[in-house]
């Protein structure tokens, strides 16, 4: 998708990069914590199992959002992507926690 | 990024989590790599030992041995000679003494005489071992967490560097030589992309490894954080040869082992790998043999075991075999391919050809950072960040490798009889790390390249050298009865050697900054089998 090209002041480059790392590195890990205790609870499968499975993809999930934290067309985009996924195992993750 | 495309974003990613953390990723590389060959280096570095050879008759010898040393132990463990050490490994435990991996008494056998053979206080191959994953002198648990972000970043630059490349197979057919930046740009890129299944591999499986550190939200989900729980669920077996107290001790005659071992050699292929007694000597002794190496990777490597009567030899019930679940298997198949205990020689040797390759790839990741800055540091002066980058990649990309060499020199010379003598081995091969850091800031770049790869060139070429004055134990065991695990590091070693002459010789002072000036658009692509 063509996009035009922004040129950002240095001070805007500066506040635009920490932005994406907070995202990357920060949000990222915190995704894929939400989405593994999430899926380990709700995949159909033996609980020992559902944790196993969780767990060895929660790295292609973390790896996938610092991927996507820098190649987003811009940070707002960026952080506007990465909250919709967080939505479903938060809100799972939440429910589950409110009725227990 | 703003105003960036998805190929220069994922440049920019790549670039920066490559260099934040690529000293680190670096020495974890280099280490992993040698760790491979741990038991080999470990066996390495017991010169008196050298001239040890497997026998057929090993198991016989070491068990009579065990009874003349340690008749009234509780527990004794023989690990035979094997592809991996030609020695006979004894441990055992005195009775109502804790047993544990590394307590009891132990002892060094011929193996072929069973005769004690002296031990040299070395960490040997653990240190490095050790090191790839807990580093050196911090807790543990901090350790593996750098270590464990440190991968993580490992991915992530392995991920976004393959989205930086529109064309990765053309790229990898790519080489232009003596052409500075460029060179270093296709060496990369061909290292990455040869090695790029090594890499991710073992990088995936090094994060899976460190997975309920790094990631215990599911198991603290779904189990409200009771890890007992979950692993006995998934099925973790119990350690075999339990001792049950309170059972008279009858003296007895051990039955022969001969036969039981030729038994279970008919049964596997790799032979045994140990042979363990619990209450020899008695009439409850039981035997354990352990299978060398195992066919399947789905219950990560595990061999199988044969429990035998100690005193009559036949055979009693053995523990079943659990059959993993699907993502077990699959994390058993990642695990055991990182830490590769199943594999043979051939196997053992492409996995640390693969290991190589990845720490030369991040090596070339981080001499390109600087060639590609040259330019313009000519134009603007020098730069305090750029010069420290330099130094810290002669320190580490050199450095290390010579520290490593140190090490090695310093367990051939330490008195044998000193105090404290394997922390003494670790502590000469941090001085000679920091004197090759020191080394890096004071020299002109192009010279401390030159002289820390000859002083590499020249440590490591001489240890083969000096192993042969101090009587060719080595040599003679591989030449004269086929036994080459020594002499096979001692030739590994020149090699490096040599390879450390060449990057000598390729380091000539101003070659570097000469290349990285000429017009790019001399750059004559050479493509091989392009699609």
Redesign the interface.
Known sequence: MP?K????SPAA?RW??AS?TVLAVAGGYAI???A??????ALPI???????????L???L??TL??WA??A???RRAWAGAALLAVLPAGH?ALRWATT | ????G?RQ??S??HTWSGLLLGWLLYAIFVTGALSFFRDEISFWMQPDQHASVAHAEAPQRAMDAMQAMAPDASLWTITLPGPRNPTTQVRWFEQGERRSKFGGQSAVLDGTTAQALPVRESRGGDFLYRFHFELYGMPRLVARWIVGIAT?MM??AI??GV?MHKKIFVDFFTFRPRKGQRSWMDAHNALAVLALPFHLMIT?SG??LL??M??P???????QGDRQA?FS??GNRKAAGEHMPGIERTPAAPTAIAPLVRQAQARWPGGIEQITVTDPGTSQAVIELRERGAGSLLDRGRSERLLLDGATGAPLESPAAVKP????A??NVFSSLHLLRFADTWLRWLFFIGGILGSAMIATGMILWVVKRLPQRRKQGSHLGHRLVESLNVASIAGLPVAIGAYFWANRLLPVSMQARADSEILVFFLAWTACLLHACLRPHASAWREQLGALALLLALLPAYDLLQGAGAMAAALTHGSWVAAAMDLTLLAFSAMAVAGACFMKPGKATRAATQPSASAKRIEGVAP
């Open positions: 996009r090209p922004q040129k950002l480059h635009n990069v994406r894929a914590a939400a593994t205790a999430s899926l380990s609870l033996p609980r020992a199992q559902a944790v196993m499975a969780a767990t060895l929660s790295f292609a973390y790896c610092i991927v820098y190649s067309g811009t940070a993750l | 990024m703003n105003g960036l998805l974003a994922n920019w990613l993580m991915l992530a991920i976004s989205i995936y994060l899976l997975m309920f790094l990631m939200w599911g198991v603290d989900s779904a189990y979950f669920e998934r679940d699907a993502f077990s699959i994390y």
